[in-house]
């Protein structure tokens, strides 16, 4: 059984950092892309980051460039979020998300195979 779990969310203020961790399970994820998506409250679920299977490529949202990081752990079935100069916009709840798919970082419309079940991130003002 596949499985994403997400940590590292949490309340922080203005400014702050927060690394979000995602840990894949149930089979082999070296040949998947991995992805962050978030979903405020009243809105729709938004693309943030994403990253190639060999972790060479990536790509982000305009809403979070040069504030945001993702990157892959070596064993490749763990993704990170760094997030940095968080704003109070930035609260949502963040989703991890695997895609099988070899040709570097999926954009923001790709579908993906499977997602966790979340963790919020508070960012207040």
């Known amino acids: 059984q596949v499985q994403l779990v997400e940590s590292g969310g949490g309340l922080v203020q203005a400014g702050g950092s927060l690394r979000l961790s995602c840990a894949a399970s149930g089979r082999t994820f070296s040949s998947y892309a991995m992805g962050w998506f978030r979903q405020a409250p009243g809105k729709e679920r938004e693309f943030v980051a994403a990253i190639s299977w060999n972790g060479r490529d990536t790509s982000y949202a305009d809403s979070v460039k040069g504030r945001v990081t993702i990157s892959r752990g070596t064993t490749k079935n763990t993704v990170y979020l760094q997030m940095n100069s968080l704003k109070p916009e930035d609260t949502a709840v963040y989703y991890c998300?695997?895609?099988?798919?070899?040709?570097?970082?999926?954009?923001?419309?790709?579908?993906?195979?499977?997602w966790g079940q979340g963790t919020q991130v508070t960012v207040s003002s």
């Open positions: 998300a695997a895609k099988n798919y070899l040709v570097g970082a999926p954009g923001p419309l790709h579908m993906y195979d499977y």
